[in-house]
């Protein structure tokens, strides 16, 4: 059983979760989207079709729990890495060098770089 497919095209470069699991961001090639997880809606969901037998071939058909993720916005940037230093702030670099945070669906830049980024850890001290 899998919780939900989200068919997006292509493939995430990149799958960035928040630490309570509540908020994940899929980084494409193009553009990135926003999602929140319904963990309430998973585990009722699991609970209803726990110990069913399903076929593969009905399996491929199965789209999951459709509550599993609720859509929140999607943006035109390119994100080359990032990180949750919260629940609520998820900060990135994107392509052309920029440092942004987004917290909620608001996206704001932070600073420019003179050379490519990347941000591989934060120390909340």
Request: glycine letters at 6%; charged letters at 30%; one cysteine or more.
């Amino acid at each position: 059983m899998h919780v939900r497919r989200i068919d997006v095209s292509p493939s995430p470069k990149n799958v960035y979760w928040n630490d309570s699991g509540s908020s994940i961001v899929l980084a494409l090639e193009d553009n990135y989207y926003l999602l929140n997880f319904n963990e309430d809606e998973v585990t009722t969901y699991v609970s209803e079709h726990e110990g069913e037998d399903t076929k593969p071939e009905e399996d491929e058909d199965d789209e999951g729990c459709e509550e599993a993720f609720t859509f929140i916005d999607e943006y035109a940037d390119i994100i080359t890495s990032g990180l949750w230093v919260s629940n609520d702030c998820f900060v990135f670099t994107n392509s052309k060098g920029h440092i942004y945070y987004m917290i909620g669906q608001k996206t704001m830049k932070m600073a420019n770089a003179d050379k490519k980024q990347y941000i591989l850890g934060y120390d909340g001290k």
